[in-house]
């Protein structure tokens, strides 16, 4: 079957985001010719039960097989002998913990948890696109993640702007269906209008979509990407873009924008008074405009070519295991480096597991660990 839009979605452990997500997916017109990939890092069955029971589409479960639920004591997890995230370097050095020496560019050492976010992005986005590219499918790729929401037409629109594409821009490599607003006063107005920008990761990383060409222009600079000093993987991506590409990346954006983030809890906010305020608004805008979705025609209202400043990176990236595994996870089904990620994880759903091929990889992470500490 060759499907129309491949909608690739990150999940971690939100459940109830996850099933606000699913439901919005379910309402969307044309999901039935999608195929929908949840990329997990971690297997919890709840969510498993959830995936299981979807039947208005295709679905594949993929599961990022160097996960910090499996290496839980060794890396990518948290190693016993690792540098806490709290001591600054010359405590470290003093403890003589085993990553003293490679600290971020601020002095601070790393965070498993952060650090699966990116690698997991990373692996996941190179699987999917070199999977692909083995069944002949250069269909547009949208990235989601389990904390979005989007409208009935979320399709509708993204079919038009990739038929149209060279109409309204060129040389725009991505289309962003996601906007952060502030307020949602301007929506209906805002229906059927486009903005042409400079791509920016804290803008434009929501309801992204591109092709396979795309991609391999990006993964063409997977040295930059791993080795860059950010654990965000959209803070990368923009050092990509400003320091590796010819030109940096345009992006079409949708003024009225089809993905909403909705996840006011989260990996950088544990506490709020109301977790499902955003989920609410979401639901009761896309009610309130469902009269002026499914627009025909798109007009192209704002072109910018000012770019924000890029802001220095976030740090969190200095320990070179993880820049070593990055670079690993570019080629995540070439020969030699390829661990069907099924193997790797317990589940009712998924073939046998297979320890020969887990204690390997823990061996390996071993000998990484004992080389820092030589």
Not at 344 to 371: A, H
């Amino acid at each position: 079957m060759k499907f129309k839009m491949k909608n690739a979605v990150q999940v971690h452990q939100r459940l109830e985001y996850l099933k606000h997500l699913i439901e919005t997916l379910k309402n969307v017109k044309g999901i039935e010719d999608a195929l929908v990939i949840f990329s997990h890092d971690m297997n919890f069955e709840p969510i498993n039960t959830v995936i299981k029971n979807i039947d208005f589409c295709r679905v594949i479960q993929i599961f990022y097989p160097y996960n910090i639920q499996i290496f839980a004591n060794t890396f990518p997890g948290q190693h016993p002998n690792d540098c806490n995230k709290n001591v600054n370097a010359k405590e470290a050095e003093t403890l003589n913990c085993q990553n003293w020496r490679f600290p971020d560019k601020y002095g601070h050492y790393r965070i498993a948890s952060f650090s699966q976010i990116k690698h997991h992005w990373w692996w996941k986005a190179n699987y999917i696109f070199m999977l692909m590219e083995r069944y002949h499918l250069n269909t547009y790729t949208v990235f989601l993640e389990e904390d979005h929401y989007v409208a009935p037409d979320f399709l509708h629109v993204l079919k038009i702007l990739i038929e149209k594409k060279d109409k309204f821009c060129q040389n725009c490599k991505l289309i962003s269906l996601g906007l952060y607003l502030k307020n949602f006063n301007t929506y209906r107005t805002d229906i059927n209008k486009l903005g042409i920008h400079t791509w920016f990761s804290s803008k434009h990383n929501m309801g992204m979509a591109m092709n396979a060409t795309v991609w391999n222009e990006i993964k063409s600079c997977a040295k930059l990407f791993c080795t860059y000093d950010d654990y965000n993987w959209d803070w990368s991506m923009l050092a990509i873009s400003v320091k590796c590409m010819k030109e940096k990346m345009r992006v079409i954006i949708t003024k009225a924008p089809r993905v909403l983030h909705v996840g006011e809890c989260g990996v950088h906010v544990h506490h709020s008074a109301d977790c499902n305020k955003a989920t609410t608004a979401a639901s009761v805008l896309f009610q309130q405009v469902s009269d002026v979705l499914f627009p025909e025609s798109f007009v192209v209202s704002e072109i910018s070519k000012r770019m924000l400043k890029p802001s220095k990176p976030n740090g969190g990236w200095g320990d070179p295991r993880d820049r070593e595994l990055c670079l690993m996870n570019t080629y995540p089904i070439e020969k030699g480096t390829f661990l069907p990620s099924a193997l790797l994880n317990y589940s009712s759903i998924l073939p046998p597991f297979d320890r020969n091929k887990t204690n390997n990889i823990i061996q390996k992470s071993e000998e990484i660990d004992s080389r820092l500490q030589q």
